[in-house]
């Protein structure tokens, strides 16, 4: 998947970490930004070559979405080039189909020095009706942000305003060290092993 300079998960090892609210802070000597100055909202009509065998809009489109909107808040909350570097629990609550209007909602709910944790709400509602707007997947992206020469630069931190910001915030630091735990025993696992 490719889109404006952002694109698919890619994996790369890391060391376990938890982050705390203060070692964060202290990770960072950018000004804080507020979550609603890169919230941002993609809408997209689904037409006859977005769907799958069964009918439906394809997985894969809605997941485009998702990486196009998340790169734009990543963008945004970090004021230059930002990649892809996992995305993850991507659920599809209920299928789209043709002539949906799907809204993609994006938000920072965590930075770390260099990443930060996008979170993504994908709603759909008929295109040519008033009814309201059902929750149809989510997902969970980190981006990188990166300078002129693909290595990783200083984030600003963010700063949640409401009690649901707060609330992602501290819920995405955990997926943060789980992901973090997981991908160290799984390299700690494989170099125990006699490689073949
Ligand atoms: C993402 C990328 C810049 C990381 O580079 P790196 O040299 O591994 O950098 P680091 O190990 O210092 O990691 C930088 C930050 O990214 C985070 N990160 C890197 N890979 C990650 C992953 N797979 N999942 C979650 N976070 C990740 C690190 O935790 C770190 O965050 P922090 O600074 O906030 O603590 C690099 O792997 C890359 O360019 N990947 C390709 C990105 C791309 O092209 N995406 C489009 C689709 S392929």
Redesign the pocket.
């Known amino acids: 998947m490719q889109n404006a300079g952002?694109?698919?998960t890619?994996?790369?090892p890391?060391r376990v970490e938890v982050m705390t609210d203060q070692a964060h802070a202290a990770h960072s000597e950018l000004p804080g930004k507020p979550t609603a100055a890169s919230r941002t909202t993609l809408s997209h009509i689904m037409t006859a070559g977005d769907t799958n065998l069964y009918g439906t809009v394809h997985g894969g489109v809605i997941m485009k979405l998702a990486d196009d909107a998340a790169g734009a808040v990543a963008g945004r909350h970090s004021e230059g080039p930002a990649?892809?570097?996992?995305m993850d629990e991507m659920v599809f609550l209920e299928p789209v189909r043709v002539g949906d209007l799907v809204h993609v909602k994006a938000q920072v709910n965590w930075t770390?020095?260099?990443?930060m944790e996008v979170g993504v709400r994908v709603l759909a509602e008929r295109w040519n009706e008033s009814t309201p707007a059902t929750q149809v997947g989510s997902a969970y992206l980190?981006f990188?942000a990166?300078d002129e020469g693909?290595k990783?630069r200083s984030v600003p931190p963010v700063v949640p305003e409401t009690d649901q910001d707060r609330r992602r915030y501290q819920e995405a630091q955990i997926r943060r060290t789980h992901?973090l735990a997981r991908r160290r025993a799984i390299k700690d696992l494989r170099a125990a092993r006699p490689a073949g």
């Open positions: 952002l694109g698919v890619c994996a790369t890391h990649v892809t570097a996992s770390g020095r260099t990443s980190v990188t990166i693909g990783p992901r």
